[in-house]
Protein backbone atom coordinates (compact mmCIF):
# COMPACT_ATOMS: atom_id res chain seq x y z
CA UNK A 1 0.00 0.00 0.00
CA UNK A 2 2.71 2.48 0.51
CA UNK A 3 4.82 1.30 -2.68
CA UNK A 4 1.43 2.24 -4.37
CA UNK A 5 1.12 5.81 -2.60
CA UNK A 6 4.62 6.67 -3.07
CA UNK A 7 4.14 5.34 -7.18
CA UNK A 8 1.31 7.54 -7.58
CA UNK A 9 3.07 10.47 -6.19
CA UNK A 10 6.13 10.17 -8.30
CA UNK A 11 3.73 9.42 -11.60
CA UNK A 12 2.06 12.46 -10.80
CA UNK A 13 4.55 14.66 -9.90
CA UNK A 14 6.51 13.81 -13.13
CA UNK A 15 2.60 14.66 -14.85
CA UNK A 16 2.98 18.01 -13.57
CA UNK A 17 6.84 19.04 -14.10
CA UNK A 18 6.25 18.04 -18.14
CA UNK A 19 2.85 19.70 -18.12
CA UNK A 20 4.18 22.95 -16.76
CA UNK A 21 7.48 22.68 -19.04
CA UNK A 22 5.37 22.44 -21.59
CA UNK A 23 3.26 24.84 -20.86
CA UNK A 24 6.74 27.27 -20.52
CA UNK A 25 8.14 26.34 -23.73
CA UNK A 26 4.35 26.87 -25.31
CA UNK A 27 4.69 30.62 -23.91
CA UNK A 28 7.97 31.51 -24.49
CA UNK A 29 8.51 30.24 -27.97
CA UNK A 30 4.98 31.66 -29.46
CA UNK A 31 6.11 33.15 -33.11
CA UNK A 32 3.33 36.13 -32.51
CA UNK A 33 3.79 39.17 -31.57
CA UNK A 34 1.77 42.69 -31.35
CA UNK A 35 3.39 45.45 -32.12
CA UNK A 36 2.48 49.16 -31.81
CA UNK A 37 2.62 51.60 -35.02
CA UNK A 38 3.75 55.14 -33.97
CA UNK A 39 5.87 57.36 -35.07
CA UNK A 40 9.25 55.47 -34.08
CA UNK A 41 7.85 51.93 -35.78
CA UNK A 42 5.80 52.63 -38.72
CA UNK A 43 6.91 53.20 -42.05
CA UNK A 44 4.71 53.35 -45.67
CA UNK A 45 5.22 50.54 -48.25
CA UNK A 46 2.82 51.09 -50.76
CA UNK A 47 0.83 53.76 -49.35
CA UNK A 48 -0.01 51.86 -46.43
CA UNK A 49 1.41 52.13 -42.53
CA UNK A 50 4.28 49.62 -42.42
CA UNK A 51 5.58 48.02 -39.29
CA UNK A 52 9.69 49.10 -40.17
CA UNK A 53 11.76 46.62 -41.26
CA UNK A 54 14.74 46.85 -38.68
CA UNK A 55 11.38 46.16 -35.99
CA UNK A 56 10.17 42.94 -37.67
CA UNK A 57 13.83 42.19 -37.88
CA UNK A 58 14.93 42.67 -34.45
CA UNK A 59 11.58 40.88 -32.77
CA UNK A 60 12.12 37.55 -35.02
CA UNK A 61 15.76 37.36 -33.95
CA UNK A 62 15.12 37.55 -30.69
CA UNK A 63 12.11 35.07 -30.46
CA UNK A 64 13.22 32.68 -33.48
CA UNK A 65 15.48 31.12 -30.64
CA UNK A 66 14.05 31.53 -27.17
CA UNK A 67 14.91 28.49 -25.75
CA UNK A 68 17.90 25.71 -26.59
CA UNK A 69 15.40 23.01 -27.91
CA UNK A 70 13.16 25.38 -29.81
CA UNK A 71 14.22 26.74 -33.10
CA UNK A 72 17.84 27.07 -34.26
CA UNK A 73 19.75 29.92 -33.26
CA UNK A 74 20.17 32.85 -36.17
CA UNK A 75 21.62 36.01 -36.47
CA UNK A 76 21.65 38.88 -39.22
CA UNK A 77 18.24 38.57 -40.03
CA UNK A 78 17.39 41.17 -42.66
CA UNK A 79 13.76 42.29 -43.86
CA UNK A 80 13.53 43.44 -47.77
CA UNK A 81 10.99 46.15 -46.51
CA UNK A 82 8.61 46.87 -43.89
CA UNK A 83 5.42 44.51 -42.81
CA UNK A 84 2.16 46.71 -44.39
CA UNK A 85 -0.40 46.93 -41.48
CA UNK A 86 -3.06 44.95 -43.65
CA UNK A 87 -4.35 41.25 -42.63
CA UNK A 88 -2.63 38.70 -44.85
CA UNK A 89 0.14 40.57 -45.76
CA UNK A 90 3.39 38.85 -46.21
CA UNK A 91 7.67 39.52 -46.44
CA UNK A 92 10.08 36.77 -46.36
CA UNK A 93 13.16 37.77 -44.09
CA UNK A 94 16.56 35.91 -44.07
CA UNK A 95 19.04 35.12 -41.59
CA UNK A 96 21.94 32.98 -41.16
CA UNK A 97 22.47 29.68 -39.10
CA UNK A 98 25.43 28.92 -36.74
CA UNK A 99 27.28 27.59 -39.91
CA UNK A 100 26.98 30.12 -41.83
CA UNK A 101 23.98 28.50 -44.11
CA UNK A 102 20.62 30.93 -44.63
CA UNK A 103 17.42 31.09 -43.59
CA UNK A 104 14.43 31.99 -44.93
CA UNK A 105 11.67 33.07 -42.46
CA UNK A 106 8.17 34.41 -43.59
CA UNK A 107 5.81 36.84 -41.90
CA UNK A 108 2.65 37.22 -42.17
CA UNK A 109 0.08 39.96 -40.40
CA UNK A 110 -2.36 38.00 -39.01
CA UNK A 111 -4.63 41.09 -37.83
CA UNK A 112 -4.44 45.10 -38.09
CA UNK A 113 -5.67 48.01 -36.59
CA UNK A 114 -4.45 51.58 -36.98
CA UNK A 115 -3.02 51.21 -33.98
CA UNK A 116 -1.03 48.24 -33.53
CA UNK A 117 -0.72 44.97 -36.17
CA UNK A 118 -0.20 41.39 -34.79
CA UNK A 119 2.34 39.28 -36.66
CA UNK A 120 3.62 35.49 -36.73
CA UNK A 121 6.72 34.25 -38.72
CA UNK A 122 7.38 30.30 -39.21
CA UNK A 123 9.81 28.36 -37.73
Not at 6 to 28: D, E
Not at 78 to 96: E, I
Not at 102 to 108: A, D, K
Request: net charge positive; aromatic share 6%; hydrophobic share 40%.
Amino acid sequence: MQRSKFVVGVVGGATAGVALAGLGTYFLADPESTSRLDAYSTVTVDGHKALAADIVAGRTQSKYHPLPWVGAKITGVTCPSGLKAVAGATVTCTGKKADGSGVRIPVRVVSATDKSVTWKFER
